[in-house]
């Protein structure tokens, strides 16, 4: 089954590679060929543009040869108009008050540049054409008579000088020049669409383009490739464009995409044929699933029946345990008080204190030791049997407290650093319960430390985590917890200590405590380095 559902995505995988492959292959050329015909089309128009600009120049250049110099009558400037040979006509300096308001502003224009041939405007012709006017000053006598101005036909330049209707631009690509308002001024009158809505630009480039032709009487939206480049003659800008339907180019990659996508589908077609018999497949699979789950939930019946065992058995055991402790404790505990009280006994007397004071005081030591082993024993037979009475107190008190009573303890080779806030937080859980946690962990620090010189630091104030939280730390520089250990430290009766120096029930009673208070214990510990102990308990609120 499981390889039949492999062949199964290999074939998807595959299938959706050559789809992603095809659609690469056609992206890449289709960018190809659109990259290759920008250049053309691109080259041909800044060859016409140039072209055009020579040829409009020329004009200018003719103008200004035949009518600049002194004339020597109005008859010498007509015969100069004629040389010319474009439509023309000469305004005297009394004429120009009756002139159109561009009129009279071409010949101010000449008048302020005699010795230039000023371009512009471009008007439209009744005949649906556009003409460029050039106006010049002429002279007679040595001054201005007045003014020449010639009209070029930009159809005629657009069909004959230029013959840029003949332009060979793929099938149907065609050349036209605009205005700088975006206005064609130069067109192929035989051609049957008309550009109605064209982006046109002022600067050289080339883009590909949406634009509207009427064919047939009804606008069509079309793509087109289109070429720009930017002709100034004496402040008139034209902008000449190279136009290509963007269709006619794509075409050749378009009927390969078409074949390319009829064989994905073939392909697709013969995965689902495959796919739908690996189904089929399945299905009879799925009936012997169905036969072999029975003995599953039979097996897992088994195994948590086992389970259950297991657990049964830890219960009883740990229940054992405590049955036990309790009950040494209590019979040790018994043996203990004529021990202890004898202790006593001899310290009072001098007598002894002067003949065998050193074993007098070791006696004392063991008998306290013995005593605390009892009461650790005790405390570990209680949990979970006595109902606890928890409320709510002055935390930082009770540390003040603490701190008090263990720093006696402290030996001179350790010391005792202590950081207490001053703001008072209250937690809530076993009265006294933070003095022994306190004990505890101090303890432990001194006898991780042994003889050498080291220090203990103890913190305590509100958690730089959460603000609804108080935190206690208790560390030293002593022997540190190897780290295979480390996560056996809060089990009953463990301890790393050498034999006879520890029992193994101290920091299981300390955990237990701070998790009565709603808390929780981490330990970081690193060998020869030292030990930490981060206790973490919940703020109570003491306004109420």
Known sequence: MNK???????????????????????????????????????????????????????????VYAALSGDMANEESIEAS??????????????????????????????????????????????????????????????????????????????????????????????????????????????????????????????????????EGGSPKKTQKLVAYNTVDFHGVQFVLCVVEDYRDITAPIVKIAFYLSLFGVLILIWVGIFGYRILQQQKEEEKLKIALAHEKELNEANEAMKNQESLMQKYNHSKTMTFLTGALAHEFNNLMTPIVLYSELLSDNDTVMQEMPEEVYELNISAKRCEELAKQLLDYSRQGRAERVLSEYNATFAVESSISIVSRLIPENIKFETSVCSTSYYIKGQVGALNQIILNLVTNAIHAIGDKKGRIKLQFGLSVDDDQTVRLVVEDNGCGIPKDLRKHVFEPFFTTKKEGKGTGIGLTVVKRMVEEHGGWIQVQSEEEKGTTFIMNFPRVDDSK
């Not at 995505?9 to 060929?33: E, H, K, M, N, P």
């Not at 015909?37 to 060859?47: D, G, L, R, T």
Request: negative net charge; charged residues 20%.
């Open 4 to 62: 039949k559902r492999k062949e199964l995505v290999i074939s998807v995988i595959g299938v959706l590679l050559l789809i992603l492959s095809a659609a690469f292959c056609y992206q890449t050329v289709r960018d190809a060929i659109i990259s290759n015909e920008k250049e053309s089309i691109q080259n041909i128009a800044e060859v016409s543009s140039h072209s055009l600009q020579a040829t409009l120049q020329g004009k200018s250049n003719l």
């Open 81 to 214: 108009l004629l040389k010319v040979g474009e439509k023309g006509k000469y305004i005297r300096l009394d004429q120009v008050s009756q002139l159109q308001d561009w009129e009279a502003d071409s010949c101010g224009e000449a008048g302020k540049n005699p010795g230039h041939v000023i371009a512009g405007p471009i008007r439209k012709t009744y005949s649906g054409g556009y003409v460029l006017y050039l106006t010049k000053a002429v002279y007679m006598n040595r001054s201005i008579a007045g003014y020449v101005q010639i009209e070029l036909n930009l159809d005629e330049i657009y069909e004959g000088e230029q013959d840029l209707s003949n332009l060979n631009v793929g099938n149907q690509g065609y050349c036209i020049v605009k205005d700088i308002n975006g206005t064609t001024v130069m067109a192929d009158a035989g051609n049957e669409k008309e550009e109605i809505s064209f982006s046109s630009k002022d600067v050289s480039g080339c883009e590909v383009v949406w634009s509207y032709e009427v």
